[in-house]
């Protein structure tokens, strides 16, 4: 398999940095080739803006969408985009790996998602008809391909349990599974999570790489989570709210998954 | 009152620069002193990393957390940071205003709560023991201020009702209300959130702003969100999960709002 890393954390010294260099390892002795996209390393632009295209439409205004739209169509988007689209459309399986921070990924990584997820490349893709939303939610440019997240976390995994203070991780990080990644077409794969990454000793760590290791052994056989395709009946169109009939009474993130 | 408005807009001839100038004439109309942190505008870093303090703790290791701590502690933030906890400081009401993107903030806001939210301000705040974890989620050095999010979304309200497919709106929010706001201290208002914004004509543009208008007037009246305080007896301390007796049965983010 080709497997893209997409790796964010400023210091190769710490968990993370031990981490990515453990899968980068695991995956290539396992026969698999490895790109890594080292977003602090490559000194990534985190902010979308007017400089993302080498010709604006309209030299007045700025549009992040129509912009998108026209550079990507035309070939004229910023060459640090088009790389990494062109490392994702290689990839067989994608795995971001970063520190949660502020009960999201961090800004260089939620940056490298809005550059490089160009309007036809990740969103605008598609038929948009009485019938159709478009090509996403189970379909699009990056159907096919699995994603997996790999996140660290400083709380402990109660304060993240169905009952926790911070709210379930599962929650949390829906709005990437769901909205980031199964949005133009990945499967993904349940994440893997290291709580309370201020108590590490060479026991705990152990046990991470064990963990982390089979987890990496498995990309190919994990069951993905079975979030519901958009057009495939489940979902009323435009609307798009589930059909009546479908996990009747249910509501919120946990009704989408089948 | 003092009002902060931290906008993340790109483009100020679209519909989030009208709505940011209309809020700053209505708020400053009604005698509030408004300041505003127009993050595009400033050309502000979004990157977390150690050129985030003027004297590292360890010149051979960043720590995100430890070198806050003591760059906060010290003095030895890098200006920006400081200038921006200055105006948190000085704000009775903080406005964050921006376009959901991939389903959370643009990164340049990420960007700026990782950075000007350092250990000692925003985390990492009072006493840590057996009955309390931290002054935070209700206390904190923002409390006593209260903050609001003004959002705008391309897609239907329905997309984001509670059978909607991309997750309903106030659980996409919750990382940032209570995450983000409520965990420092801020007392949460609920959101104003414009849907559907490209097709956006005149009349909906005045129904917009009569909204948001009622919603800028009654700032000081309006009910906050009635999230569960950390230290008030609802949680266990430390696993910080809600007590057998609160909420019972009930899991995920609704059962942290009383």
Redesign the interface.
């Known amino acids: 398999m080709n497997v893209l890393l997409v790796y964010a954390h ?2 190769p ?2 968990l993370n940095g031990a981490l990515r260099d453990f899968t980068i390892e695991r995956l290539a002795a396992a026969g698999h080739t490895v790109e890594v996209s080292d977003l ?1 390393a490559m000194n990534w632009k ?5 400089e993302d295209t080498t010709a604006r439409l309209d030299a ?6 129509l912009d998108s739209k026209h550079a990507y169509k035309n070939g004229l988007q910023s060459a640090d985009i088009a790389r990494e689209q062109q490392k994702l459309m290689r990839a067989d399986m994608v795995i971001l790996q970063f ?1 949660l ?4 990924m ?3 990584l ?2 490298w ?2 550059r490089v ?1 160009a309007y036809g490349f990740a969103y605008g893709v598609g038929e948009h008809s009485d019938v159709r939303w478009g090509s996403r ?1 189970g379909e699009g440019n990056l159907a096919g391909k699995r994603a997996m997240l790999v996140v660290t976390a ?3 995994a ?2 993240y ?8 991780m599962e ?2 990080l ?3 599974h ?3 990644l199964y949005y133009p077409g990945f499967e993904v794969l349940p994440p893997y999570v290291v709580h309370r990454t201020s108590r590490m000793d060479e026991t705990r760590f152990e046990t991470i790489r064990r963990e982390l290791g089979e987890r990496l052994d498995s990309l190919q056989e994990t069951k993905p989570i079975a979030f519901r395709p ?1 057009n495939a009946g489940d ?1 009323e169109i ?5 059909r009546e009939e479908v996990a009747p009474g ?7 998954v089948a």
């Open positions: 400023p210091e010294r710490s602090y985190a902010v979308l803006d007017a007045g205004r700025f549009d992040a969408s520190p921070w502020w009960f999201s961090p800004a260089i939620k940056g998602v809005e997820y939610y400083g709380g402990w109660s304060h349990g169905p009952r926790g203070i911070n709210g379930p929650d949390i829906f709005p990437i769901h909205g980031i958009q979902y435009p609307a798009l709210t589930l249910r509501v919120g993130f946990a009704a989408h």
